[in-house]
């Protein structure tokens, strides 16, 4: 651990991935951890490896899935460099098991209507992060407007939190992509509030939340969304 071979060695491994979406950076993390095999040391000193380099080159997809499921000493985040501390904290707070953040969405008017207060009478809400100019996010829609129809009587509330800034574009969206499902913007981009409190950094991202408001799951797609439903809520 002490050479600065094994760090190149697991550079080297990322690097020559031949990654086709940013899901494949999480199977291979999962992939070096377990060459650790029983060696704690080992194991210790490449989970705070990866957080390094996917908190400094990304992909995001990657990070929060090494904090949600192999970073229980949060301690270790203090030994982080300064550049990537903040980050690590704001995914952190969003982590599997954790109590969602709160937010007011926009509403009718002036009005604005608490996220709490949609966990607390379903149970089970999917936030369904996206963009109006997103390829990939129109193309888990049709699927998502299944799940909805399938689920909704089962207790499922799916919420899209659009990072749009025009409102005739995500208008337009919500019509022809027939989102039957409740819909909210700040018209704000990246700049959105609920962007920032739930340390999203690509579209479509997804949160599963039960009805007392803690996180999950947080499906890579509508396909992994629905399996996990399909579960929760037979």
Not at 4 to 17: D, E, K, S
Not at 139 to 145: I, K
């Amino acid at each position: 651990m002490h050479s600065a071979v094994y760090t190149q060695a697991v550079l080297t491994y990322l690097r020559n991935l031949e990654a086709v979406s940013e899901q494949a950076f999480v199977f291979a993390t999962d992939t070096l951890i377990r060459t650790t095999g029983p060696c704690a040391a080992c194991r210790s000193f490449l989970i705070s490896h990866l957080v390094e380099v996917f908190g400094t080159y990304g992909p995001d997809l990657a990070l929060q899935h090494v904090l949600d499921n192999y970073l229980s000493d949060t301690a270790a985040v203090g030994r982080l460099p300064e550049v990537i501390r903040e980050k690590v904290r704001a995914a952190l707070r969003v982590r599997l098991g954790q109590t969602a953040p709160e937010l007011e969405l926009p509403s009718s008017g002036n009005d604005t209507i608490a996220l709490t207060t949609i966990f607390a009478a379903n149970r089970f809400t999917l936030l369904f992060f996206y963009s109006s100019s997103c390829d990939h996010c129109h193309e888990q829609m049709p699927g998502l407007r299944e799940t909805y129809a399938f689920y909704r009587p089962k207790g499922l509330q799916i919420v899209g939190l659009s990072l749009d800034e025009d409102p005739a574009s995500f208008a337009e969206t919500v019509r022809d992509e027939s989102l039957i499902f409740p819909c909210f913007s700040e018209f704000k981009g990246w700049a959105s509030t609920a962007a920032k409190v739930f340390a999203v950094q690509g579209t479509p991202a997804f949160f599963l939340i039960d009805d007392h408001g803690k996180i999950v799951a947080k499906p890579f797609d509508h396909s992994e969304a629905r399996a996990l439903l399909s579960g929760l809520l037979p």
